[in-house]
T-cell receptor
Framework: GAVVSQHPSRVICKSGTSVKIECRSLDFQATTMFWYRQFPKQSLMLMATSNEGSKATYEQGVEKDKFLINHASLTLSTLTVTSAHPEDSSFYIC?????????FGPGTRLTVL | AQRVTQPEKLLSVFKGAPVELKCNYSYSGSPELFWYVQYSRQRLQLLLRHISRESIKGFTADLNKGETSFHLKKPFAQEEDSAMYYCALSHGSSNTGKLIFGQGTTLQVKP
């Protein structure tokens, strides 16, 4: 199968600091990766589409300067939450596309104090 | 605007009963629809997609363009089917397009 990992699985940080979340495709190359956000008991909301070697495409309402995405290789995309605030606390999930299927990571729980 | 609606937050049935998880969509083009499942403490995984017209774990879903629906059905629910189910719509012609998810329905199958 195709496996996507995320690191860390959970992180707690202070308000005003930056946090980096990694998304890796372990056994396949993902030209495209997606970043989602999920609030408690709510659905997944697409934040951005990450394409290897090019700038990410952000969904309407998502601040690109706050949520920095880098997709430097075919197996790694990173999401950096800059100057985090308590309202950024959420569950962040990535997926990697292989063929016509998206494979999801286990998610990262971010808590900003 | 593209939208996926799952009207039920929770569906509770007894083992052996039929199950139907509702999904309606709004999309101007020709949609590609999927059902994803998330078991407790596990990651989201693809259950089935409408283009493949296959049955996975006894579940089927038929795209009804007239009613803009893609309901998920299983004739006899099992306890291991208890999970969160998401209906999703893809922009474009493949799953590598952006996915729009419904709100999700928790299926609880009681013994």
């Amino acid at each position: 199968g195709a496996v996507v990992s995320q690191h860390p699985s959970r992180v707690i940080c202070k308000s005003g600091t930056s946090v980096k979340i990694e998304c890796r495709s372990l056994d396949f190359q993902a030209t495209t990766m997606f970043w989602y956000r999920q609030f408690p008991k709510q659905s997944l909301m697409l934040m951005a589409t990450s394409n290897e070697g090019s700038k990410a495409t952000y969904e309407q309402g998502v601040e690109k300067d706050k949520f920095l995405i880098n997709h430097a290789s075919l197996t790694l995309s990173t999401l950096t939450v800059t100057s985090a605030h308590p309202e950024d606390s959420s569950f962040y999930i990535c997926s990697g596309a292989r063929g016509d299927t998206q494979y999801f990571g286990p998610g990262t729980r971010l808590t900003v104090l | 605007a593209q939208r996926v609606t799952q009207p039920e937050k929770l569906l509770s049935v007894f083992k052996g009963a039929p199950v139907e998880l509702k999904c309606n969509y709004s999309y101007s083009g020709s949609p590609e629809l999927f059902w994803y499942v998330q078991y407790s403490r596990q990651r989201l995984q693809l259950l089935l997609r409408h283009i493949s017209r296959e049955s996975i774990k006894g579940f089927t879903a038929d795209l009804n363009k007239g009613e803009t629906s893609f309901h998920l059905k299983k004739p006899f629910a099992q306890e291991e089917d208890s999970a969160m189910y998401y209906c999703a719509l893809s922009h474009g012609s493949s799953n590598t397009g952006k996915l729009i998810f419904g709100q999700g329905t928790t299926l609880q199958v009681k013994p």
